[in-house]
């Protein structure tokens, strides 16, 4: 037993004891002559009593609550909108002063090369003779944008410090917001839409643009959003902390200023009055640990086996096993994060008896993976001063599986593998569609002679049929935590969308017989080799719920800069030289379409099929876009094929009008 | 969460097999429905608000007009200073939804309260309105403290009254307990008493702050 606790002892049974003595004194008066008080004695007790009750009140008033702060699991978490960084380089530069030169190059070297890049596309030349046309000015009729321009140009000569001394820096956001619209006009990028959308980000770019602030739908991440570190846990029940939440504090105050008061100036009611402040300081030391261990949980699912995107209801139903009631129960099932609620309320808050029980359902949008949540319990005793937080988890599982049903058809190059299967080749053989006639070889079979032109003329040839061939294609994901993002807050990011979609492509190739594989690059390597059957089929549904590379949550760590590996290298190590490539990616960053570059130089059919998950509300967005704009036409130019898709359209009617347009 | 096991563990749904007819009609239905759930990303969440528990919040306020009401016959200088705690506790709750207003604006109820007690409040008026001060402040913390912690679309009825109940009758038993040590003495005032009560209370604050 420590000091702390032996001194409260000390103290609770002395003031017990004066409580008793001042009874004794109350019930037979006689008892007070003997003591050596004088009524200047009580009136300094009265006078100290009001002190420390203001004492008291004050230090309620300067002191926190120890609460436990609940998450809102209800709402869907929060990705971050490609263009970010950017603004927030800018607001450092700008407000916060931070990092100015750093920023600044990185901006400038950043709009340079998307400059170049554009010029390059637009006039077909050397980087030599796009850097003249950029530094000459040629480009754009803009000042500020050129401007923008030269002034790298001269930074470099003059070097950081004295643009930071000569104040110059006031003048980069402006330049820098005239030369991205200059490179929009220049690229001839969706004008109306950004135009649109300009005035409008322009308003809120101040204060809002960089904080998020402004944005429609509110966020959740379990952790990050509350008091708990983490809710992960293998036990059925787990406590998490056991506090005083002080709530309490400062309820002295009314028993010490109306007993003071009443002894100052000999009045009985306020004294009497005093008692009830008193009372309250007791009910608040007098705790019971809740026996919140007693509980017995039970959490229903209407669907246990959910497709992604499906909603399903929850019913959580609570009973006091324990001897004892439960006064103050508040309970919050934490859902996953990639779930939304979209009815009801996963939170109830009430009292059990003993052996009483309480439910509460909500709805909810289930998304794919393999999961197990807690339900967060807060429980407090009568007075409220003790607060019990622990994690109950009920023995109740959630898979997730896409069913790779096949919605549609989906359009295959002309890379194949010798199994006979759906594609048509540029090679003759046997096969149904007519290709070429030409001469024949011994051991060419019988019924492939040309048996009319050998009536004719005497000649033997052999007619050859387009040959049909199954392809091997490798579904590519880019899982990387750069591919998390979304247009907006709220809206699904960029790899729920691809994995979404690529189940479905996965069952129309699976379907149309090829042998079809899974990869993502990522710190987590993810790979499952092309093959065929039902047993293949089975595997990769569970692989799409359930490998950490595909999660719909991003990967905690970030590409750690000193031992840097290239994520693809697992990938290329594996891929058989014969196999197409469908690569999901938001093309959010040049490593992306790097990737498909190298592989189709490589030898790889590459199509890429990226939604598109750029906004245009602030000016890093826009930057985004553009430069995202430009990848899909540097890759088009090398012959790879992209379905830049709108994710606000569906996807298998943007992939036939693709077909439509590649046939 | 997700857990990285891939157990193979096939699901009991049974489509496996579906695989050579899946191209037609039927499995295409199937699949033209998943895609529309794929597409309807919108995420129509429920919205998410903290406010403080309107029924506590409620009684709250219902406490501090009680206790300004029964400190106001003696004078009016405690119904003015009362007054303006109830509309800082009121505005605490509903307008600014700030504890530390609420917070204020109680404890200048009760500044109200011991004006009017000092001013010659009947007993039975004082007592009442303490509890009510203190019921009050009670209820008003409670109200931000379910609002934070839970959420304004939650049912938070049942809870809400029991706490009201339980620090109500804790108040009831003090003030019958101070009441009936009051009557036994029968007004023979006995300070030494009284100073040791005080003391008691002083000791006993001490005891529950360390």
Known sequence: MDVDKLTTRVLFGAGGIFLLTSVALAVSPGLGAGLPFGNGTIMGIGGLGIVLGLLSARRRLRSDLTETETPNPERPARTPTPGEDVDRMLYEMTTLRQGVVENREQLEGRLEGLAISIIRNREDCTVKEAREILESGRWTDDEDAIAFFEGDLSAADQGGLSQMVSGKKEAFEPKFRAAVGALTEYADIDLDELAAEDDEGEDEDGEGGLLGGGSPVESNWNVEDSSIPSYETDEAFEDVSLQHTNRWLGVTAFGLVALGAGILTFNPGLMLAGTIGVAYTVYARINAVPGVEHLHVERELSETNPGPGEVIEVTVTVRNDGGSMLPDLRMIDVIPDAFVVTDGTPRLHTALQSGAQASFTYSVRVERGQYQWPLLTVARDFSGGLERTSLLTPDVELTCVPSLTVAHDVPVRSQTTQYAGDVSTESGGSGLEFYSVRDYRPGDPMNRVNWKQLARTGELATVDFRQERAATITILFDTRQSAYVSESPGKLHAVDRSVHAASDVFGALYDAGHLVGLAAFDTVPCWFSPGAGSEHRERARLLFAQHPALSPQPPERDNIQGSYIDPMTHVRRRLSSNSQIFLFTPLVDDYAAEVARRLDSGGHLVTVISPDTTASRTIGQQLTRIERTVRVRYLRERGIRVVDWDPDERLDLQLDRAQARWA | ?210
């Open chain 2, 1 to 210: 969460m997700s857990t990285a096991n891939t157990k193979a563990n096939p699901s009991p749904d049974p489509e496996p097999n579906s695989n050579d007819d899946g191209a037609n009609g039927g499995g295409g239905g199937n699949g033209n429905s998943s895609t529309e759930t794929d597409i309807q990303d919108v995420l129509e969440a429920v919205t998410v608000t903290h406010e403080p528990a309107r029924l506590s919040s409620g009684l709250a306020v219902g406490c501090g007009l009680l206790a300004v009401l029964t400190s106001a016959p003696a004078t009016i200088l405690a119904l003015l200073i009362g007054v303006f705690g109830l509309a800082g506790l009121a505005a605490g709750q509903f307008v600014f939804q700030s504890r530390r207003a609420a917070g204020v604006g109680t404890a200048l109820i009760f500044v109200g309260v011991v004006v009017g007690g000092v001013l010659g409040n009947s007993e039975v008026l004082v007592t009442v309105s303490t509890l009510a001060t203190v019921l009050a402040f009670d209820l008003s913390q409670n109200a931000f403290s379910v609002g934070a912690q839970l959420s304004s679309a939650t049912d938070t009825t049942r809870g809400e009254i029991i706490h009201a109940a339980a620090s109500f009758f804790v108040g009831s038993v003090a003030i019958v307990v101070a009441f009936a040590i009051y009557f036994v003495v029968g007004g023979g005032q006995p300070i030494a008493a009284l100073a040791f009560v005080l003391l008691a209370a002083i000791i006993l604050s001490w005891s529950v702050r360390s």
